[in-house]
């Protein structure tokens, strides 16, 4: 389904591009690398994101806090025991200049290392009704399998706080300037992503979140 080149790239950095994807063929990729999960509880499986001011959006959502400024670094799904593997958006509306998709690479803050350090650092996940506490970064079949939201996730202890405070400003290891048609397929478990501050222009981008198979 994904091209070589496409695979070989996020497999190296943690993400790729497709260009020119109609809509119909954006639901075949999704439906092919994992199980199209809905965001919310009876949520409809694609999320059509638009930028929304603060009093605009749905309520503890990261528009309901950032609105129209630059989002913070997050996972999507951090709350879940089993985030979504895949994060897919498709870009219906987007000129040259609305806001970019940035990614950090987790491996980007240590590689080999990084896997067994930060394995050992906890975060108090909260949830709606619930909260437990998870390592930021774990192994799930073989995989790396990261967590992070500022509005879900709090690091516990001073270690962890020292460590996971540098992940707020690390740079991005790919920004990427949105195409109409282009498709950004992001590995959720390894990287982190936000959305740069929005513009004046017009921005829609469909998302679809997929989950392993294999779990
Ligand atoms: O619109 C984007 O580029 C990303 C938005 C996002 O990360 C989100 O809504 O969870
Ligand atoms: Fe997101």
Not at 123 to 149: E, H, I, Q, T
Request: hydrophobic share 40%; with cysteine.
């Amino acid at each position: 389904m994904l091209s070589s080149i496409a695979i070989q790239n996020l497999l190296s950095v943690g993400f790729c591009v497709l260009r020119d994807i109609d809509a119909s063929r954006f639901i075949e990729i999704a439906s092919a690398m994992g199980t199209p999960t809905p965001t919310r509880r009876d949520g409809p499986v694609l999320d059509v994101l638009t930028p929304k001011r603060e009093q605009d959006a749905r309520p503890s959502t990261i528009s309901a806090h950032y609105g129209l400024g630059e989002f913070p670094w997050h996972s999507d799904g951090a709350v879940d025991k089993d985030p979504p593997r895949y994060i897919l958006m498709r870009a219906g509306t987007v000129t040259a200049d609305s806001a970019t998709t940035d990614i950090l690479d987790l491996r980007s803050l240590g590689e080999g290392e990084m896997l067994k350090k930060y394995s050992r650092l906890s975060l108090l996940v909260s949830a709606r009704n619930f909260s437990y506490v998870a390592p930021f970064v774990m192994r799930r079949n073989g995989v790396m399998c990261a967590k992070w939201d500022p509005l879900r996730t709090t690091p516990t202890g001073k270690r962890a706080e020292e460590f996971l405070s540098e992940v707020p400003t690390a740079p991005p290891t790919a920004v990427h300037h949105w195409q109409p048609s282009d498709v950004l397929i992001i590995d959720n478990w390894r990287c982190l992503h936000r959305r740069s501050a929005a513009t004046a222009s017009p921005r829609e981008i469909h998302r679809i979140v997929v989950k392993s198979r294999e779990d």
